[in-house]
């Protein structure tokens, strides 16, 4: 789970995290998707984000694959159903021969659930468990960016989140749980929450820090 206030740097910790793997990934852009292809885009080509126009955005399913950059990174845009991700990996599981190593899913309140809305507790009751046995049954990971907006301290993103201000967003099912916030300038914080495979801080207190390029949308380690 990767938490943060709109606009607190989820899909840029998200894109940034992609594109660097080597491994297949299934990244479905429901929130904002020509956002998306255009932060794609400008790593691919290492080019400003500012200079990419929406001409440029089709360069990614067009040219970018044949220079064999990244050509198992597959950008899926439109909200999308418990069904709909399921034969998703089907299919790619079937043209890779193995799954997809993870899954990025931008942004959990996109996610359709019939019959629920985002703001119903039953939302979050359908699709998390759900989610967590497909990841079992696919043998794949998922990473489900979610929108925290829960009182005025971290509502500009730029302070830390803590395990108590997530609130039905998976924290329970979620083997990590990441806080992501900007507390000044171009830096960004990854709070470790929650981390079945090491040390965590629910309070927020342990994170890891990294700069941001804007113009570029990257993130690079101190």
Request: aromatic share 8%; proline share 4%; net charge negative.
């Given at each position: 789970?990767?938490?943060?206030?709109?606009?607190?740097?989820?899909?840029?910790?998200?894109?940034?995290?992609?594109?660097?793997?080597?491994?297949?990934?299934?990244?479905?852009?429901?929130?904002?998707?020509?956002?998306?292809?255009?932060?794609?885009?400008?790593?691919?080509?290492?080019?400003?984000?500012?200079?990419?126009?929406?001409?440029?955005?089709?360069?990614?399913?067009?040219?970018?694959?044949?220079?064999?950059?990244?050509?198992?990174?597959?950008?899926?845009?439109?909200?999308?159903?418990?069904?709909?991700?399921?034969a998703k990996l089907v299919a790619l599981t079937e043209w890779l021969m193995q799954p997809p190593t993870l899954v990025f899913i931008?942004?959990?309140?996109?996610?359709?659930?019939?019959?629920?809305?985002?703001?119903?507790?039953?939302?979050?009751?359908?699709?998390?468990?759900?989610?967590?046995?497909?990841?079992?049954?696919?043998?794949?990971?998922?990473?489900?960016?979610?929108?925290?907006?829960?009182?005025?301290?971290?509502?500009?993103?730029?302070?830390?989140?803590?395990?108590?201000?997530?609130?039905?967003?998976?924290?329970?099912?979620?083997?990590?749980?990441w806080g992501v916030y900007r507390p000044r300038g171009n830096q960004v914080n990854v709070s470790i929450l929650k981390n079945q495979?090491?040390?965590?801080?629910?309070?927020?207190?342990?994170?890891?820090?990294?700069?941001?390029?804007?113009?570029?949308?990257?993130?690079?380690?101190?």
């Amino acid at each position: 789970m990767l938490a943060a206030a709109p606009g607190g740097g989820k899909s840029l910790v998200a894109t940034n995290w992609a594109w660097r793997s080597q491994d297949p990934i299934l990244y479905l852009a429901q929130d904002s998707p020509r956002s998306i292809l255009k932060r794609f885009t400008a790593l691919a080509l290492g080019r400003r984000v500012s200079d990419i126009g929406e001409e440029d955005i089709d360069y990614w399913s067009g040219r970018i694959a044949e220079q064999g950059k990244r050509e198992e990174l597959v950008i899926a845009t439109g909200s999308h159903n418990l069904d709909q991700l399921d034969a998703k990996l089907v299919a790619l599981t079937e043209w890779l021969m193995q799954p997809p190593t993870l899954v990025f899913i931008d942004n959990l309140f996109d996610m359709r659930s019939e019959g629920n809305s985002y703001m119903d507790t039953g939302f979050y009751a359908d699709l998390l468990p759900s989610l967590k046995q497909m990841a079992i049954r696919h043998d794949v990971g998922m990473v489900l960016l979610h929108h925290v907006t829960r009182g005025d301290e971290h509502g500009l993103g730029t302070e830390r989140i803590r395990m108590k201000d997530l609130l039905f967003a998976g924290e329970r099912e979620a083997r990590h749980v990441w806080g992501v916030y900007r507390p000044r300038g171009n830096q960004v914080n990854v709070s470790i929450l929650k981390n079945q495979d090491g040390a965590a801080e629910p309070s927020g207190g342990l994170y890891v820090t990294m700069d941001w390029h804007p113009e570029e949308n990257l993130l690079l380690s101190r």
